[in-house]
């Protein structure tokens, strides 16, 4: 199984800034994906984060709102951009090998509040 | 398309008693399934999934799941429920037809009372 390490595990930011979450794997992996989770509901993807190429993006959720970064097979960072308070949310890591009879593994979540 | 649904959003059980958290799918082609858990503050931890094999499958923490195809379920049990099994518990699935990513159903809230 991988270790996934995500920080910061909470903040409070002021409404117009930006906040960069990242996320550190203990293994290479092939996929990485980013989860927002607001309060009492479902996981929702935002975006497939890909080595060496631009992210994929869900419908609803755009690069300049969400931009990621993933470096390499170990790494990955989700900015929330220019923060309104329907931002807060918690934002999941999650990291998957590339075989669909695997399970994946998440961080801890970051526990974001925009005020 | 694919889909899971929890049709509860709440379970509430007696500590000791079995535990259910009903699952049920819809998927194009075999499903892949799985049921995470999670606890406060914390992200989701991975308890058991269905790949291929036998129906009844075991699990971490005494949980185990049984797939039913005709039935398109995939319940997750406990015989004798904790108190510390309280949390949020996700099934998921994946789409094999879309870069395998996962699904999640919009969770149950598991409370188990002493």
């Known amino acids: 199984s991988a270790v996934i390490s995500q920080k910061p595990s909470r903040d409070i930011c002021q409404r117009g800034t930006s906040l960069t979450i990242q996320c550190q794997v203990d293994s290479q992996v092939t996929m990485m994906f980013w989860y927002r989770q607001q309060p009492g509901q479902s996981l929702t993807l935002i975006a497939t984060?890909?080595?060496?190429?631009?992210?994929?993006?869900e419908s609803g959720f755009v690069i300049d709102k969400f931009p990621i970064s993933r470096p390499n097979l170990t790494f990955s960072t989700l900015t929330v951009s220019n923060m309104s308070p329907e931002d807060s949310s918690i934002y999941l890591c999650?990291?998957?090998?590339?075989?669909?009879?695997?399970?994946?593994?998440f961080g801890q979540g970051t526990r974001l509040t925009v005020v | 398309a694919q889909s899971v649904a929890q049709p509860e959003d709440q379970v509430n059980v007696a500590e000791g008693n079995p535990l259910t958290v009903k699952c049920t799918y819809s998927v194009s082609g075999n499903p892949y399934l799985f049921w995470y858990v999670q606890y406060p503050n914390r992200g989701l931890q991975f308890l058991l999934k269905y790949i291929t094999g036998d129906n009844l499958v075991k699990g971490s923490y005494g949980f185990e799941a049984e797939f039913n195809k005709s039935q398109t379920s995939f319940h997750l049990k406990k015989p004798s429920a904790l108190v510390s099994d309280s949390a949020l518990y996700f099934c998921a699935v994946r789409d094999l037809r879309n870069d395998y990513k996962l699904s999640f159903g919009a969770g149950t809230t598991v409370t188990v009372r002493a």
């Open positions: 984060a890909n080595q060496g190429s631009e992210a994929t993006y």
């Open positions: 999650s990291a998957d090998r590339d075989t669909a009879n695997t399970e994946a593994f």
